[in-house]
């Protein structure tokens, strides 16, 4: 009988056999750690969508029993890239959190059931991971138009009327993404069939996260809490990601009902530093909500997820440090992530100078018995990224100068104000 992920395969992992997630334009992933294009197929080489499509269908389709039958071969397959490259360089994936939270008898026996039928599950997934559409206050500098509606609505203006002006290296990029964001469907999170998709799955339902654009902007992920609360069904864990900007007092009333409450507020920098990364955020609101749901322990667990690019390089250990003052009563995870895209704003750009200097923040934050030990380790995870040469940064640290410049002028912002340090990096010396 098998105790553990690797008794049913090498290479297992939980999500196919328990979770599905949209993107934003409703097209399906195994799990939202998947490839933005790696989307659900049918037959015919078309995508499903949550909107227009029966959950039975997408869960049981082709494509993912094919999945399920390679995972259980021991195979990789190519939707969970990420969680490969992560393990072949001997880090921890995503993989091996969701094995170590939702392995159990329920996922053996399924595993057991789709082994002898061709990659079949009868019982519909108990993880659902929607972000339903774009709706979002915030165009970050790393986002892009198929997740933000603001960011959809200033490059189509560039695009439309002020094409000249974008750098020449984005034009086509630009050009390309409003055209594919124009033709999407965002607006489905009110649909019949979305919302019946959901109805089917809330009975048997483990895990919610919502993620979006901002989540609660969306007025449907408040209906549906509200339709489990009616339901009594409320033995879940409900978990979402947030920019903070805003935190509607319906979703502070309704959580506490749900047996578990995660919530990550996505901050990558200190006051001024996360407000020009995540344009035009407001420091005095991102640091209110974060303490409404912190004073909301132990109905709400929260946790923050901070970016790593390189301009908030210089900016991470002052974070730790002003959480670790301003909420000591218990610890609130900062977990650091590299940015994946972007390519030009990634850490990897630094020139040697500014390598060295950032790499000497890092090892006297090290020294600093004060800062968390897990904090520590993370630190040391940026250290060894920073110190990855890219055979590319001379071209990147271009395409960054020209980006920074294009932002700066159409948003009026003043990105040296607030990173001086920079200052070589933006002279091109
Ligand atoms: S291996 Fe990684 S990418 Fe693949 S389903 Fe699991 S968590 Fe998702």
């Given amino acids: 009988m098998a105790k553990n992920p690797a008794d049913i395969s090498k290479n297992f992992c939980v999500m196919p056999w328990t979770n599905l ?25 078309t995508d499903y969508e949550i909107q227009t499509d029966a959950i039975e269908d997408i869960w049981n389709s082709n494509y993912i029993k094919n999945v399920r039958k390679k995972m259980l071969a021991g195979e990789w397959v190519s939707d969970c890239f990420y969680c490969k490259g992560q393990e072949d360089q001997n880090q921890k994936s995503p993989r091996h959190s969701y094995n170590e939270m939702w392995f159990d008898e329920s996922v053996i026996s399924k595993a057991h059931e ?24 915030l165009k970050c500098n790393m986002c892009w138009s198929m997740s933000s509606s603001k960011i959809f609505s200033e490059r189509k203006a560039a695009v439309e009327n002020d094409f000249a002006q974008i750098p020449s290296f984005l034009k086509d990029d630009w050009k390309h993404e409003v055209e594919w964001a124009a033709k999407s469907d965002f607006a489905w999170s009110e649909k019949d069939v979305y ?34 609360i009616e339901a009594k069904k409320t033995d879940l864990l409900v978990s979402f990601t947030t920019n903070l900007q805003v935190l509607p007092q319906e979703w502070l009333d309704i959580l506490p009902n749900f047996s578990r409450v995660e919530v990550t507020g996505s901050i990558d920098g200190l006051a001024e530093v996360n407000d020009y990364i995540r344009f035009p955020s407001q420091w005095k609101n991102v640091s209110e909500n974060l303490r409404k749901l912190y004073d909301m322990y132990p109905k709400i667990f929260l946790s923050v997820i901070y970016v790593v690019q ?13 959480v670790a003052v301003n909420f000591p009563e218990r610890q609130m995870q900062v977990m650091p992530t590299m940015l994946q895209g972007p390519e030009f704003l990634r850490p990897e750009i630094l020139t040697d100078e500014l390598r060295l200097k950032a ?3 890092i090892d006297e934050a090290l020294e600093d018995s004060s800062i968390m030990l897990k904090n520590r380790e993370y630190l040391k995870d940026i250290k060894s990224q920073i110190n990855n040469i890219n055979p ?16 700066d ?21």
Avoid: H
Wanted: glycine share 6%.
């Fill in 21 to 45: 997630a949209t993107e934003t334009n409703g097209k399906c992933k195994i799990c939202c750690i998947v490839m933005t294009n790696k989307y659900v197929k049918k037959d015919d080489g």
């Fill in 114 to 137: 789709s082994r002898a039928s061709g990659g079949y599950v009868t019982a519909l997934p108990t993880s659902l991971e929607p972000r339903p559409g774009i709706l979002c206050n």
């Fill in 359 to 361: 790499t000497l923040y």
């Fill in 195 to 228: 919302l019946e998709n959901f109805r089917k799955c809330m009975p048997t339902l483990k895990r919610l996260y919502f993620t979006g654009g901002e989540p609660t902007l969306i007025k449907s992920n408040l209906t549906l809490l509200e339709q489990m």
């Fill in 392 to 407: 590319n940064a001379g071209d990147l640290r271009n395409k960054f100068r020209e980006y920074i410049q294009y932002l």
């Fill in 409 to 429: 002028s159409t948003r009026k912002t003043q990105y040296l104000k607030t990173f001086p340090e920079m200052k070589s990096l933006i002279d091109g010396k």
């Fill in 310 to 322: 390189v301009s908030n390089i210089f900016s991470y250990v002052d974070f730790i440090r002003w």
